[in-house]
């Protein structure tokens, strides 16, 4: 395989992996950032600790370089504004859909399905990303929240895929 091929099908791969949306949230030096992001996994229950993977490109990188604290808000789809916010406006424009409150310096959505504030324990550079592994220190859950998941290049809502086990 070239390597051209194994990019086109690693794409095409990710692409048919449904994942999870999240609000990507920190603060530095006064001003919040936030980014729509894929990229997140859990890490250990102990310590509690979660990792994200962000591009150096994008606004928020140099900020998580400096920040001591960033917030993930699991998206749900009552969240699609915000998702949407994040990726057509530019900056503390991010932040003029849904309600934000502050937990540690960071913004948590108020609405969002799950926020999980972690303090920056590790960062570790590799290719065009960083990878962020943060300890938590706060988590809010709503019970009641139905997820958005992003699959082949668009939002969809899981509660209407057909269950294929089902007999
Ligand atoms: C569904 C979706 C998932 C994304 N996941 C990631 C991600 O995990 N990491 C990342 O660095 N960028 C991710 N991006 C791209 C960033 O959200 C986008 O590049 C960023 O908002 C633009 O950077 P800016 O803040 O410099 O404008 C994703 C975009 C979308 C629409």
Not at 10 to 36: D, L
Not at 94 to 105: I, K, N, T, Y
Not at 114 to 121: F, Q, V
């Amino acid at each position: 395989m070239t390597d051209e091929n194994v990019l086109n099908e690693f794409q095409y791969t990710m692409r048919h992996i449904a994942a999870a949306v999240h609000a990507i949230t920190t603060r530095h030096e006064g001003q919040r950032y936030a980014i729509v992001a894929t990229a997140f996994s859990s890490v250990s229950f102990d310590p509690p600790s979660v990792l994200i993977c962000v591009n150096s490109d994008t606004s928020i990188h140099a900020p998580l370089m400096a920040a001591e604290h960033f917030a993930v808000n699991v998206l749900s789809l009552a969240n699609r504004d915000v998702a949407d916010a994040c990726a057509m406006k530019k900056g503390e424009e991010r932040f003029s859909c849904g309600e934000w409150q502050d937990e540690m310096g960071v913004p948590v959505l108020a609405s969002a399905q799950s926020s999980l504030i972690c303090r920056i324990a590790d960062r570790h550079r590799f290719g065009t990303h960083t990878i962020f592994i943060g300890e938590l220190v706060g988590a809010h859950h709503r019970e009641d929240a139905k997820p958005l998941i992003y699959y082949d290049r668009r939002y969809i809502d899981i509660s209407d895929a057909p269950d294929q086990g089902a007999s």
